[in-house]
């Protein structure tokens, strides 16, 4: 892969040279890798709430949304999960665990503080309608950033034989950063798919995207993952 190619991406337009040249020897092919499963990350109705606009203008009333970056990966997400889908590739989603009486006070997936003013609603954490879970997906409920931390789900990727993660969700910075670094960290090949993630400000975003590509992931076009879907070589993986 050549280096402009591997730089295509969403940084290119805050990401100086001499960065660049720094991260230079991380450069690599790219690629889905073998028996994946998909993980998606916090794709719950809170991070949707106030509608398509931008985020900072939802502080005061839904500090939790990401706006009009969550709205727009809406689409290429529906992609996603259509192709996972028929490829017959596992699908995993995670949310945060409210539940009363589940964890001691102060832990949380950051360390923001949470403003007691702001109106919660009972569906808050429940997964956003257009990627409703089906029938032989698994939802799981964290209680920190990473999908990995304090959960089930490396023994649920070892009774599948997943190999590899197909990652997508929110937040970039957050808990889709702690889990693609906990998922490299257990071994599994990361693919983490652009246009399906998302955080509440575009800087930040850019900024995370370019580190994890370079350390921990394979930072993908939404489109390169479908055509692997697509091909005979992962059905045949799912298939197996």
Request: proline letters at 6%; charged letters at 20%.
């Amino acid at each position: 892969m050549t280096p402009d190619r591997f730089e295509d991406h969403a940084w290119a337009d805050v990401i100086p040279a001499d960065l660049v040249k720094l991260y230079a020897p991380y450069q690599r092919e790219t690629f889905v890798g073998p028996r994946p499963a998909l993980v998606l990350i916090d794709l719950y109705n809170l991070a949707y709430r106030g509608g398509p606009v931008a985020p900072v203008s939802l502080v005061d009333q839904y500090p939790s949304s990401c706006g009009i970056y969550a709205h727009k990966a809406i689409e290429p997400t529906k992609k996603l999960i259509a192709a996972v889908r028929s490829a017959g590739i596992p699908i995993f989603y995670c949310t945060s665990d409210n539940r009363p009486m589940a964890a001691p006070q102060g832990v949380g997936a950051t360390r923001r503080k949470k403003p007691s003013a702001v109106q919660r609603f009972a569906d808050d954490y429940e997964i956003w309608a257009d990627f409703a879970p089906q029938e032989g997906d698994v939802v799981i409920r964290k209680q920190r950033a990473s999908i990995f931390q304090g959960t089930p789900l490396i023994s649920h990727l070892n009774l599948l034989g997943v190999q590899s993660l197909i990652v997508c969700g929110e937040s970039t910075s957050g808990c889709v950063r702690s889990s693609c670094v906990d998922g490299y960290s257990n071994g599994l090949h990361v693919s983490l798919v652009e246009e399906c993630t998302y955080d509440r400000h575009e800087l930040v975003h850019k900024m995370n995207l370019f580190d994890l590509h370079h350390k921990y992931a394979d930072v993908m076009h939404v489109e390169e993952v479908i055509a692997h879907l697509d091909g005979t070589g992962a059905r045949k993986v799912a298939a197996e």
